[in-house]
Structure formats: C-alpha cells, structure tokens
C-alpha cells in the first residue's frame, strides 16, 4: 500500500512508514494512493464479521505484509463483537462499544497496536499521548502488556471522570500514566514539546498513537460492512456522530471500496463547522462548545482534509454529503425518545439518531452508529432518563482498583526527566 501526504504529493511512503510516523512533512496527513475495489461485494456480505474483516484489510495491506500477516493483526484486534439491533421500523444501530473500554475508539487503537507491535520490532517504542479520556483507555488497554512498547499517558488530574480514571490508570506493567495538576491543554503542550526535545528524540522511538494515524482508519472500514450485511436493503442510510470526522472517512472509504451505501449523514453538535460550511462554502470554525456529547466537542476537525478526497475520488464532492447539526435539547429528546422504543443510548449515539430522523425518507432504511456505551455517560444518561444505569462487568471490576498514576505538575523538564530515566 502506498500513500501521498495531501500538503506534499511528491511525498509517497509505504503502510509502513505511514504507521510509525503518522503524519507527513508540514503535518500533512497521509491519503492512499489508491483505494481497492472490491469484486463481488455480496459475497462479502455473507462472511462472518472477522473472515470478512481479513479479507477488507488484505484488500489494502496484503501487497505489503502478506495475508498471514493481515489474518494475525486482525484476528488479535477484534477480539470483541460488533452487533446491530434494529430500534424502530426505519431505524438500526450499529453497536460499537463492546470492546475493553466501552468505545469505537478499541477498534482504531486496538489494531493500531497490533501493526507496531508487528512491524517495528528493531527498536523499543515509546507511545506519548495526551487525554481528556477516551482516546487515553483505548490506547492504554490496546498497548497493555505489549513487549516492545512503553506507553505514557498524560491527563489533566481531577478533570475525568474518576470511572473514565480507573479505567486506564490501574493496568500497570508498560502503562504508565501521570495526572498533571492542571487542564488537557497543558498536557498536551508537553507532549508537543516532547516530540521536538532533541535529547529526547535521539534516545528514543517517539509516537503519538493519535487519531490520525492511517492504521485507525483502515481497521474502522470494517464494520460499515456488518451493517450492510444485517440490514439489506438497496436505500441504506448511516449516520456517523462525527468529532474529528475520522470514523466518517473511514465510512467513505467502505463505499469507495464498493459497499452500497446509498448516503451518509455527518452528524454533530453545537460544534458545527461542517454543516455551516456545506451550506454556505465559507469554512468558519467557531470556538469550541462544551456539550453532553463532548467527544465530539471539535470545530476544526483534523481528518476534513480526508473526507474532502474521498469524496472527490468518488465523483461526487461535496454535494455527496449531508451533514445536519443537533442541539443539546434534540439530543435529550433523542435520547428519551429511543429509551420509550426500548433502546438504552447515551448522548454521542442519540445525535446520531436523531440526524437520522430528521433525514430519512421514503423506503430509506437508516443505520446510526452508537459509539459509546450508555455506562461511560452514567450521570447525563441517568439525569436526563431519570432511571438508574448499572455498569457493566468492564466498569465494575475496576471500580474499587488501586490508580497507579504519578503526578507531576505541568513542568516539561519533569517530564524529560521521567522520560529519559524510566525506560
Ligand atoms: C471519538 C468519538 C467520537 C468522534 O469520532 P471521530 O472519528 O473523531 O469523528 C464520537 N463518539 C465517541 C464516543 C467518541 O469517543
């Protein structure tokens, strides 16, 4: 597989090296060279979701590891299910929170792992990240107990939640995360520095492991196939609660690849760069609004520049996009309204559905992805529903563990230190 940096096309790497440097010259993210059609995409549809899986991510990566590999990668990231309900006569969900820590984001960062751990074994790898928390548990339990990886993880101390905390502070082993007295901007200010620190980049393998990499996207083409594969029809809709727009392109390339989607709805919140812009052409990112969905508190969403080329490659532009912005009240009543169907959402999921409402026509049938679980969002989930959310066995057994973070205050030549000696 070869791919281009989108700010230089001169420049062209292998999977390889698109994995471990993530990003090109001046942050320039990289694109494919080519995307893979598929031949007999019903055939497709008839596998079992990890045979399917193989085959989807052979398509791209088997010229450059060979199958054997690809099986391997595959078979050791998605070692959890991905399931589809159906929630009323026009709507189903894709559930993608049944991995180690609740969230799409396992698939991404699991599989990622799987390719560093596989392909850049002549040297240690050091993973650095910065998270508000999310991002932090799936690369955490992704990289848990892996030989040639060391990963740190920063966070701002006492702005998680203490459930989101436990969930990636007690692995221990090659985890090692540091709560730092002050907010996730600072964390990730240490980080940025980190990775331009000249003593630092001459001792160590330094990535970031962040939601860019080309890898994430590759395992998230995946399971817009399952969804295809449940709910047949030729009108197929999905809507893809959208933050850094990552999942969206990785939902574009399914269908670039062949899989019959008839269209997407990019759906976001309050945060609404990409609906304004599709409107009025003008890209105007406004500051940042916290909202109950706050994953998707984005305004400059870092993979538009990729949402852009796919839809080019396939002919449409922009004009092959919908994108649809919901507030805070719609996604409460979205919220309630899939609780009286009987379906336990939470807020991300629930402005999915609710785009999807406002959306569909005719004998469209519609696909929302949930991409996290209703007990990651206890407090807004239980305030708004007024009903009481258990935990599941993930977030139970954690509960009562030991945190092992270290704390340091937000002091770069601290974390040099802690950077330089433990390795
Ligand atoms: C990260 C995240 C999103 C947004 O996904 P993008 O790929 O950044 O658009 C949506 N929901 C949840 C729960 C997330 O963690």
Redesign the pocket.
Known sequence: MKLYNLKHQEEVVAFTEALTKGMGRDRGLFFPMQIPALENVESFLEMPFLARSKRIIGAWLADELGQTVVDRLVENAFNFPVKVRRVDSARSVLEL?HGPTL???DFGARFMAQCLNELAVDEKITILTATS???GA?VAHAFYGLENIRVVILYPEGKISSLQEKLFCTLGENIHTIAISSDFDACQELVKKAFVDEDIQSSMRLNSAN?INISRLLA?ICYYFEAAAVVRTDELVVA???????????GLLAKAMGLPIKRFIAATNANDTVPRYLKSGCWQPNPTIATS?N??D?SE???WPRVEVVLKTMGTGLNGLESVSVSEDETKDSLKSLYREGYLS?P??SVAACALQKSLQGNEQGVF?A??HPA??KETVEQVLNEKVALPPELEKVKNQKNLSDRMTADFSLLKEYLLAER
């Open positions: 929170f969230a799409f984001k928390g999310d991002t799936a939601s998230q893809v609660p959208c933050g850094n727009f990552g999942n969206l392109t990785a969905s994953a998707m984005v969403p870092s993979n939470e991300h999921g992805l991409t996290a990651k969002f």
